[in-house]
């Protein structure tokens, strides 16, 4: 299973570390539904069934900051286990249209469309 996730940003920038900001993300998702599913993916676990990746369009680099041309960030993701990817679904559509704070910014999921 795959999804595209959309983001807007407040700002057009986001740090340099910026993976770290969506694994957040994704944890904030998966706790405010349920701690048992958060720690179902995220307890104890070495190895995850699920990957992403971020596109960030044409970008340049100012010290420890990305300056984006847009504010628009799209997140794939892929699950290994169909079932994993109903869950994820389930607990990031909970968070549509809602700000996540990030480092000096802030995002927004705006879309979730099937990845395919």
Request: glycine share 4%; with cysteine; aromatic share 12%.
């Amino acid at each position: 299973m795959r999804l595209r996730l959309d983001f807007e940003l407040d700002i057009p920038q986001i740090i340099v570390d910026y993976r770290r900001s969506f694994i957040s993300f994704l944890k904030h998702c998966l706790s405010d539904v349920d701690e048992k599913y958060y720690n179902q993916v995220y307890g104890n676990v070495d190895k995850k069934d699920f990957t992403f990746s971020l596109y960030l369009n044409k970008v340049k680099k100012n010290d420890d900051i990305f300056e984006l041309e847009g504010n628009h960030i799209i997140m794939n993701m892929s699950f290994l286990d169909d079932m994993k990817g109903l869950l994820f679904f389930a607990a990031i559509s909970r968070q549509l249209h809602k700000k996540f704070p990030i480092k000096n910014n802030s995002m927004k999921l705006v879309k979730i469309t099937n990845g395919k």
